[in-house]
Structures are given as C-alpha cells and as structure tokens.
C-alpha cells in the first residue's frame, strides 16, 4: 500500500531524511520510530502530500505522491501530531463539514458523523464549540476527522498525545481495531503501545533508516547476556566479590542503598542461569537475599541502543513478503563497529 524509494528532504543544509527505503503491505500495523528531530514527520509529510520531496519516489495506494496527489489524499487519513481543527465551530459541525470536503455521498455524512463520534469517545461533546474542548478531546476530533472517509491508509503522528491513561486505554484499542480492516502507519514515543498493536517496526535516526524488522526479531538480536537485579542485606563488598566469583558471571555493579541494605546488577554469560548459585552463595555466607529478578528486554532498549550509537549500518530494506531481509547488518549496525 505504501512504497518508499531512497526519499530524501533537505531543507537548506539540514538533510531531515536521508536516502530510506521502506514499504508498507496492506492491512499491515507499521510503527514508524525515531528521536525527535529524526525525521518521522517529515516523512509522513511527504507521504500525505503536504510537502515534497528533494528526490526519491513514494507510492500509496498505487498513486504517486508526486504527480497523483489528489488521488493519495482521498485514499488516506492523516493525524499530524498538532492536530488543526477549526475551534468556531461545533464538534457536529466540524465533522460534517469535513465529510463534505472529503467527498462522503451526502446520505452518508450523518451515519458516518455518529460512527466517528461513538468510536473516538466524543458523543457527549458533540455540540460544544471545538475551542472550548480540552487537547485530549481535539485530539479525539482529529482521530474522528481522519475516520469520517474511511480511507483506506491511515497515517497518525503521535495519535495519543495529550491523552490521559483512560483515554490512551481507549484510543490503542480502537487503533488495534482499525488495523483489521486499514493500513496504519503508526509514529508514537510511547514504545509499550508499539509492542502492543505493531507487526512491524521502522526506526529512524537523523534521517536515515537504522532498524525494519518485527519487534520479536528486534527483541531477539539484542538479547546478549542475562541480567537480574539483586536487593541484599550485608557486607557490601564480601558480597559483591562473592557474585563476581561465580561462574558465568561476567559483571556485578552495586547500586543505590542505605547502610544495611544494597541493589546489585548482575550481568550473565547468554544461556547462562546463575540463579541457583547466587542464591546458594547468600544461603553459606548468612546473607540476606531480599529480592532477585530477571530483566526482561523492552523495545525502548532495543530503541535506545539503536539511537544512541555515533555510526549505523543502515538496515537492508525488507523485501515484499520478506520483512526480516537485512536484519543481519542491521544488528552488526547495533552490537559491533563498521568494519
């Protein structure tokens, strides 16, 4: 539904995307990841048609965005993380005005309009003026006015900005949702929501593409060594020497604690469960082990080690089909240095 060819933007001497390449199947749930400043909504930009290009081809829904844009726009909704809305007018009103504009048959327009209202939470807000509504509610507008069309692409920048947790609740369900029958290009810096509704992730850094794979794969290759956090009550360096000593532990660093009782990370050899031997270790020396627990790896450190590098190998472009293609040098990109 959406192709991407080595797109750049350059703004004077800034380049703000550089040279990616990416492609979105349909019906596919793609979250689009990347630092501030990354480039994400420029490309979006492009993609909507609000903005061209410096070079590089983009197709969506078989309509490029170049010469056919008029033709992209019907068959896509946009969500810019500012949302414009026009605050005079009633929330009814707006919406209505918005279908008119985007095309909905006229006996269409108040169905879809209560569709819209009941999905995104707005029914009771429906004839207050737009101005008068909190950020949270005009961002449940915008969500509404992207719908009111039923496009078949939908892009959305940061749909749950300004939501409070019962709304964003609200929002990830419908988005969840809205993949079983749209295409969704999803920008958001709330990581947890991306493991929750994503098949795929994109991350962007300083404009170029650092990352495509599913989250499970990402997950996967940054996985090294186990790591557990300790909480102890004893001498503090008898204990950390105690750890260090045993076998496959490959680092021990003491945290923040009072007098009596200390945090630990303990770094693992991969595969290695030194569980049982910490434990036992504590149990000879009379120590206290108060608490022991396995990190689970998160896609914010998948995100983190992927955005914080000074070099990148730029991911291979996934193949049609093939999301996994190029995974290889993307990690070689993460974990080791360009040769």
Partial sequence: MIKVENLT???????AVDNISFEVQEGEVLGFLGPNGAGKSTTMRILTCFIPATSGFARVAGNDVFTDSLKVREQIGYLPENVPLYLDMRVNEYLMFRAE????????RRSKMGECLERCGIVDVQNQMVGTLSKG???????ADVLIHDPKILVLDEPTIGLDPNQIRQVRQLIKELGEKHTI???????????????????????KLVANDTPVNLLAKLKGGTILKL??????????????????????EVKAGDNTVKDFVVEAEKGKDVREDIFKTFVKNNW??????????????????????????????AAPGNVGAGIGRMVSGMFGKKS
Avoid: N, W
């Fill in 9 to 15: 933007k350059r703004y004077a001497d800034k380049l």
């Fill in 101 to 108: 504009l985007k095309k909905v048959p006229r006996r269409e």
């Fill in 137 to 143: 509610y005009r961002q449940r507008v915008g969500l």
């Fill in 185 to 207: 290009l999803l920008s958001t810096h709330i990581l947890p929501e991306v493991e929750m509704i994503c098949g795929r992730v994109i991350i962007i850094d300083k404009g």
């Fill in 231 to 252: 909480q102890a009550k004893g001498p503090v360096q008898p204990m950390e020497k105690a750890v260090k000593d045993i076998a496959g532990v490959t680092k021990v």
């Fill in 288 to 317: 206290v082990l108060l608490e022991m627990k396995k990190e689970a790896v998160t896609l914010e450190d998948v995100f983190h080690q992927l955005t914080t590098k000074e070099e990148y190998v730029t991911t291979a472009e």
